[in-house]
């Protein structure tokens, strides 16, 4: 199952959000200009229990160095698809936990919960001399936020089936809940390291990601001055949107429901991706929206609707709603 997206919209573009994966990125990219040195900067700036629990190896290295890779473990990754699949989870999870808790606070809720999932791969594996990285563990405390924030959410899914993508929408309490259960049974069966995954730090990251979305939101919200808040606002509503079109009125073939668009949209115009997830043969469709729509306006898409009894197929029809 690959997560495309969330259906929750979100009032503010994720800034901090965005930029924790540009770094991420840019890390990756330095750690690509190692080359044979590159297993020793991993040593030294992942997190290695062993470096804190025995004192023959922990004298090779500066009070620095073992404070740091706290920090610095969960921004490195083991190869490009350990970065993509990471990011591409922060990318869908996190703005809307940013949303929520404010710019300043999310950026405090990510970098604890990293250091939460470390701290509980530590002591766990005390005496593991392999280096533990990624984001993996501070993300997983997105996704523990995330299900609290957000469970009746739905994550539009994609599921190649016979090389056939096939889109389906889950609801997020059970594909984060089938997650975690995962995460267990997989700490179970490799003992925690046994596989080269640390587990146990995705398991502490969104047990730990719940108790901290908690604190966090008990303190004010802390965000960016008025006038650099006001220009993270969302200009445009999400391109790719879910309809669920009902059938109703004289002709039956005919199908309508909803698409959001905002009134900077309305004024310029716009193109969406709209995915229909029942009946109907395609999946995802583009529609172009024209400029100076008005509220109420009805898109109609021809041939997207229900098969009458002669054999004529009627249409779609997509009411325009303007959402601030």
């Known amino acids: 199952m690959i997560p ?3 259906t929750v919209p979100t009032k503010n573009h994720p800034v901090v959000n965005n930029t924790i994966i540009g770094v991420n990125v840019l890390i990756f990219l330095y750690q690509l200009t190692q080359g044979i040195g590159l297993d020793k900067f991993i040593y030294i700036y992942g997190l290695v229990p062993a470096r804190y629990s025995i004192p023959q190896i922990s004298v090779y290295f500066t009070p620095f160095q073992q404070a740091f890779s706290f920090l610095s473990f969960m921004f490195l990754h083991g190869g490009f698809w350990h970065l993509l699949g990471n990011m591409w989870s922060l990318y869908i999870f996190g703005d809307n936990v940013e949303d929520r808790l404010g710019h300043l606070r999310y950026l405090l809720f990510y ?11 530590m002591l766990l594996n005390l005496n593991s001399n392999v280096p533990t990285i990624g984001a993996s563990g501070a993300i997983a ?11 009746r959410a739905k994550i539009l899914t994609l599921i190649p089936i016979f090389f056939i993508p096939y889109f389906i929408e889950i609801p997020a309490a059970f ?3 089938i997650w975690f259960v995962l995460q267990f049974l997989n700490a179970a069966a490799s003992q925690g390291q046994g596989s080269g995954v640390a587990w146990w730090a995705h398991i502490g990251g969104f047990v730990f990601g719940i108790i901290f979305l908690k604190l966090l939101l008990a303190l004010p919200s802390a965000s960016l001055p008025a006038k650099l808040g006001r220009a993270t606002e969302r200009k445009k509503t999400p391109r790719l949107q879910v309809i669920r079109p009902v059938g109703s ?6 199908l309508y429901g909803t698409i959001a668009i905002s009134p900077h949209e309305a004024v310029t115009g716009t193109r969406k991706l709209i995915n229909i997830p029942w009946g109907f043969h395609k999946r995802l469709f583009k529609v172009a929206v024209p400029a100076g729509i008005q509220e109420g306006h009805k898109l109609r898409l021809k041939g ?7 054999g004529q197929r009627g249409d779609l029809f997509l009411k325009v709603l303007i959402r601030a």
Do not use: N, W
């Open 304 to 310: 997207l609707g229900k098969q009458a009894a002669t």
């Open 141 to 151: 405390g997105v996704m523990g936020a995330y299900f609290i924030l957000h469970p």
């Open 249 to 254: 009125g004289p002709e039956p073939q005919h």
């Open 111 to 121: 970098i604890i919960c990293g250091l939460a999932s470390g701290l509980s791969h």
């Open 175 to 177: 594909f984060l809940g």
């Open 4 to 6: 495309l997206r969330d």
